[in-house]
């Protein structure tokens, strides 16, 4: 999809930092932005007022969703693990519903999400991963299985959809379009960091970049040291297919 079949565009998780920083990406190449976050989050978005428009609500109500996304050529998705009542898969699968035909579903996740089963995750990591998930339900504040779930749905759908996997994230100015491959595990992501305004960038970026289609790239930062081995100090790096 070329730059000018995008005109409009729905955020959502929109009050949240990556959802900000969606946003302001967004609006800086002239889309038209409709934004979509619980109605106790609007005041974050005051920043954007009479930029955008907000459709208050929760993000896995079909009817909210639906309204939202009306006319949409994309849709960027924070897949946020809250609470114990299937958040994630719940608006999964409300865009995967309402979404109009052949529009770009561009959802984001963490690298712990595995489409084929290929991925290679450090003990340390599989163990954070196990805390996380086992605190979470504790605590009825995360569902990180469901997480898991939302995304199993995304890979089965026939949509024009693309997964984002996120690294480590840190706060600070952007440094460029990030690298990526298609399996944790693969050298060029072993620095495991990403700044957060540069994973929004490659969120609004997918959204014309026909070669993520059916594609689920976990990404790093391109100033890394393990970006800067893999490219040999070049940042223009392609998509790895390993």
């Keep these: 999809m070329g730059t000018d079949r995008v ?20 609006l800086e190449r002239g889309y038209e932005v409709v934004g979509v976050c619980r109605e106790r989050s609007v005041p974050k978005l005051a920043g954007f007022e009479g930029r955008m428009t907000v459709v208050p609500g929760p993000t896995n109500d079909p009817e909210v969703i639906r309204r939202a996304v009306a006319g949409c050529d994309g849709v960027l998705t924070v897949l946020v693990p809250w609470g114990v009542q299937q958040y994630a898969s719940g608006t ?16 984001s996740c963490g690298w712990h999400i595995t489409r084929d089963g290929k991925d290679k995750y450090s003990r340390m990591f599989t163990t954070g991963v196990r805390i996380a998930a086992a605190l979470g339900r504790l605590v009825r504040a995360v569902e990180i299985d ?9 890979f089965a759908s026939d949509t024009r959809w693309t997964v984002v996997r996120g690294s480590s994230l840190e ?5 460029g379009l990030p690298v990526w491959s298609r399996h944790v595990g693969d050298p060029v992501l072993a620095s ?8 929004a960038l490659f969120m ?9 289609v059916q594609e689920a790239p976990a990404i790093v930062g391109c100033r890394t040291p393990s970006a800067f081995a893999h490219t040999g ?4 790096l392609p998509g790895q297919n390993t």
């Design 7 to 26: 005109k409009k565009v729905c955020v959502v998780g929109a009050s949240g930092k990556l959802g900000q920083y969606m946003v302001g990406h967004a």
């Design 92 to 107: 999964a699968q409300a865009v995967l519903d309402h979404a109009r035909p052949g529009a770009r579903l561009v959802f």
């Design 146 to 154: 469901d997480q898991v779930e939302a995304c199993r749905r995304v």
């Design 171 to 175: 706060e600070g100015e952007s440094q």
């Design 192 to 199: 495991n960091l990403t700044r957060r305004v540069d994973f």
């Design 204 to 212: 609004v970026e997918a959204l014309t970049d026909d070669t993520l």
């Design 233 to 236: 100090g070049s940042h223009d």
